[in-house]
Structure formats: C-alpha cells, structure tokens
C-alpha cells in the first residue's frame, strides 16, 4: 500500500492531476501481479513450515508451494491458470508418465517434509500416500503395468523410503497396489520386505 500512495504520489506531481481516480486500476493491477509472482516464485521456506506442521488451512496450496519453489524450472512453461488450480496429485499424474524418476523426487520431498504428519496424523498420512499419489499407482489407468517399475526400484534401493511408505499413520490401497505391482513385475523379495515393514505397522494389521 505505501508503494502504491508514492506512485500516486509521484503521479500528481508529474501530471499535475489527481491521481485517485487511477487508485483502483492500479490496486487491481498489482494484486494480479503480485499473485502470479506468488504463483511462480513462492516462498520455500514458508511453503516447508506450512507442510512441516501440517497447516490444514493451506493444504494442499503449500504442497503445490514447495515443489513449484523447489522445482521452478518444471512449471515455467505450464499456463497460469492450469498451474494455479493444480494440486499436488494432478501435478506428479502429469509429470510422471514422462519423467518418473522426477516426480517420485517430488513426492519424495512432501514425504520427507511432512515426516512427521506422515508417521502422527492419519489423515495428513492418508492425502500424502493416497491422494498425492494415487493416480500414479492405479495400474488400470496404464496401458503398461511397467509403468510403476521406476517407483518399485527406488523402494527396493532405499529402506527409508521403503518404511515411509509402509510404517505411517495410514495404509490400505497405496500399499496393496504396490504389492500388486510386484507381483506383476516379478518383483518377490521386494514384496516380502514391504510385507515384513507393513507386518509392524498397527494401521496396517487393523485394515
């Protein structure tokens, strides 16, 4: 506001006119611009706190946040419009299919921010293994099953992403594809892992 009365300012001094009239005008056109600013370049470290704590109130918008800030080059050629109603499942559906390992970084990066919420809050573990991801894990969405062998590979190589998956506050379908898919892609020793972590998870034995 106080850069806008100095424009308004300066305005009159120049014109020699009122500067009320264009008040309005102006004030519409800086919130648009400072929205597509907050759009583009959002606030990291505000983004992270807000999943950190697991703000409701800014669920799913903070999600969308960090990976936009995290990842900015991504979303510089997605329209403005599409980027502003996306949440963070539209956005790992889209990426996926041509940059897997991409998106599973950015749902990575929710899980390891939310650690949490993810392991303490079942509804909070529910959207980030369910919702987030559940477009990616519906194998008849796919015209290959092979589509989830990238994800399965990165669980089979990294334990910690293997029990973030398995020992949350939350399990049911995400968990059961997952195991389908190995299944499918021949992938045992891996589903008798993920079975031994889900084994130790009371979500898991109540489902």
Not at 110 to 122: G, H
Not at 175 to 191: F, T
Request: hydrophobic share 45%; proline share 6%; charged share 20%.
């Amino acid at each position: 506001m106080e850069l806008l009365n100095a424009l308004e300012a300066c305005y009159a001094i120049f014109s020699g006119q009122d500067a009320s009239a264009q008040h309005d005008a102006w004030w519409d056109t800086f919130c648009a611009l400072w929205a597509q600013l907050s759009l583009r370049a959002p606030s990291q470290a505000a983004a992270e706190a807000a999943v950190a704590r697991w703000d409701t109130a800014r669920i799913p918008q903070a999600c969308r946040d960090l990976l936009v800030a995290a990842y900015p080059a991504v979303f510089q050629d997605w329209n403005t419009q599409v980027l502003e109603q996306a949440d963070p499942a539209e956005i790992l559906t889209r990426i996926y299919p041509g940059h897997p390992d991409l998106a599973i970084a950015m749902w990575r990066l929710l899980l390891d921010t939310a650690s949490v919420p993810l392991k303490e809050d079942p509804e909070a573990a529910e959207y980030l293994l369910y919702d987030t991801i559940d477009g990616v894990l519906l194998l008849r969405a796919w015209p290959r099953q092979d589509h989830l062998l990238p994800l399965l590979n990165q669980l089979e190589g990294d334990d910690a992403f293997a029990r973030q998956v398995c020992q949350s506050a939350y399990t049911g379908d995400p968990q059961a594809r997952l195991l389908e898919a190995c299944d499918a892609l021949g992938k045992e020793n891996l589903k008798d892992h993920l079975l031994s972590l889900l084994a130790e998870n009371p979500a898991w034995q109540g489902a």
